[in-house]
C-alpha cells in the first residue's frame, strides 16, 4: 500500500454542530493534537512520499493553530482545509487566511435547502478565489433533498468548474442511491467519493481522527490508534486496521 493522500481531523471541535456528521463534532468536542504534532507528523509522512495534505475537524478555522500548521505544511506538499466557511467570515480570521494560504480549500454545504448558507457560501468561495487559493465545494445530498441539491449545483457550476465540486451522499441515514446523486449533476460527470459504486478499501488514501486514531476511510469503523506520530506509526496502525463498511 503506497499512501499519498492524507487526511488529518485536527480536533472534534465544531460550533457548528451538525447533527449528522461523520466525526460527531460538537460545541463541546475536544481537541487532542497540538500544533507542532500536527507539523512534525504530516512533514514526517511527506518526507515518506505522502504528496497531499487535508486539513479537517471538526471545524478546522476554529483550531487554534491552523495558521501555524498551514504556514508550515504549505511549502512542503500540496495543501487543503475543508471548512463550513463560518470562521471565515470573522474579520480576524479572514485576514490571518490572507496572510497563510493554503493551495485549496474546500468548503461544504451541508443545508442545500438552506438559502441563507448556500448565499454565504457562493460568495466566500468567489472571496477565496480572489485572494488567489483554488476554491473548492462539498455538496452534502440527503436522499429527501435531490431537488433542491440538484438547483444548488446548477447555480455553483456558474462559480466553479465540475471538478472543483464535490457530491458527498449522506452517510447513516438518509443516503441517496448513486443514480439519485448522478441526478443531482444533470446526467454529466460529477467528483464524488470513490466509494459511491462499491464500498472498497481505498489503497493510496489514509484517514487520521481528532484522537489519532487510523483508517483507510475517514467514515469506516474501527479506527486503531498510532503508536508514534509518525509516518511508520502510521502505516503500523493501518495495517492493524480490520476493513468494515461505514454502512
Same mark, same amino acid.
Given at each position: ?15 457548528? =454542530?451538525?447533527?449528522?456528521? @461523520? ?39 476554529? @483550531? ?13 506538499? @500540496? ?5 463550513? +466557511?463560518l470562521p471565515l467570515e470573522k474579520a480576524d480570521v479572514w485576514e490571518q487566511l490572507c496572510l497563510h494560504k493554503p ?31 483554488? !476554491? ?5 445530498? +440527503? ?8 438547483d444548488v449545483y446548477s447555480r455553483l457550476s456558474q462559480t466553479l468548474n465540475s471538478d472543483q465540486i464535490i457530491l458527498? !451522499? ?9 443514480? =439519485? ?5 444533470? +446526467?454529466?460527470?460529477? =467528483? ?38 509518525? @509516518?511508520? +506509526? ?14
Amino acid at each position: 500500500m503506497m499512501i499519498e493522500l492524507l487526511s488529518i481531523d485536527l480536533s472534534n471541535f465544531c460550533s457548528k =454542530q451538525c447533527s449528522f456528521c @461523520y466525526n460527531h463534532s460538537t460545541r463541546e468536542g475536544n481537541t487532542v493534537w497540538l500544533p507542532d504534532e500536527v507539523i512534525r507528523f504530516a512533514s514526517d509522512c511527506v518526507s515518506h512520499g505522502i504528496k497531499a495534505v487535508s486539513l479537517g475537524g471538526g471545524e478546522p478555522f476554529e @483550531y487554534e493553530g491552523v495558521f501555524e500548521v498551514i504556514d508550515a505544511l504549505f511549502t512542503r506538499c @500540496y495543501l487543503s482545509v475543508t471548512s463550513n +466557511g463560518l470562521p471565515l467570515e470573522k474579520a480576524d480570521v479572514w485576514e490571518q487566511l490572507c496572510l497563510h494560504k493554503p493551495d485549496k480549500i474546500h468548503l461544504t454545504i451541508h443545508q442545500p435547502d438552506n438559502k441563507a448558507e448556500v448565499a454565504r457560501v457562493e460568495r466566500r468561495l468567489l472571496k477565496i478565489s480572489e485572494i488567489g487559493i483554488k !476554491p473548492g465545494l462539498n455538496l452534502l445530498v +440527503g436522499a429527501d433533498k435531490i431537488e433542491v441539491a440538484k438547483d444548488v449545483y446548477s447555480r455553483l457550476s456558474q462559480t466553479l468548474n465540475s471538478d472543483q465540486i464535490i457530491l458527498v !451522499p449522506q452517510r447513516f441515514a438518509n443516503t441517496p442511491t448513486p443514480r =439519485q446523486l448522478a441526478s443531482v449533476a444533470g +446526467g454529466k460527470p460529477f =467528483q464524488s467519493p470513490s466509494c459511491l459504486l462499491k464500498c472498497q478499501r481505498p489503497s493510496n488514501f489514509c484517514s487520521v481522527s481528532w484522537d489519532k486514531k487510523v483508517n483507510s476511510c475517514s467514515f469506516a469503523p474501527g479506527k486503531v490508534r498510532m503508536e508514534s506520530l509518525d @509516518y511508520n +506509526g502510521l502505516v503500523k496502525a493501518l495495517d492493524s486496521v480490520k476493513w468494515g463498511k461505514c454502512q
